[in-house]
């Protein structure tokens, strides 16, 4: 059974720090591209960082130079550092795993910035 399962989410004030985790399991983690979406209210859901399976990393321009995406294959985890928080940075944010052949999403874990 595959499973993604987001963690980290919290209410932060503005210029706070976050790290969300995603736990995966139920595929073979290594070689799917792993990506961080967000999705604010009324509006669409939106990638932030995406993190291939060689280790390339894309992210979007809002939060480039803040938000650090990594993964640890050896745990089947992912990661997003998320620094200098900005109340345009609420949302819900969700794991996300593709491969040409499939694709998986988390459930998704909250992330509120304060102003």
């Known amino acids: 059974q595959v499973k993604l399962v987001e963690s980290g989410g919290a209410l932060v004030q503005t210029g706070g720090s976050l790290r969300l985790s995603c736990a995966a399991s139920g595929f073979i983690f290594e070689i799917y591209d792993m990506a961080w979406y967000r999705q604010a209210p009324g509006k669409q859901r939106e990638l932030v960082a995406r993190i291939e399976d060689d280790g390339t990393t894309t992210y979007a321009d809002d939060v480039q130079g803040r938000f650090i995406v990594s993964r640890d294959n050896a745990k089947n985890m992912q990661y997003l550092q998320m620094n200098s928080l900005k109340p345009e940075d609420t949302g819900v944010y969700y794991c996300?795993?593709?491969?040409?052949?499939?694709?998986?999403w988390g459930q998704g874990t909250q992330v509120t910035v304060s102003s």
């Open positions: 996300n795993a593709w491969n040409p052949a499939k694709e998986y």
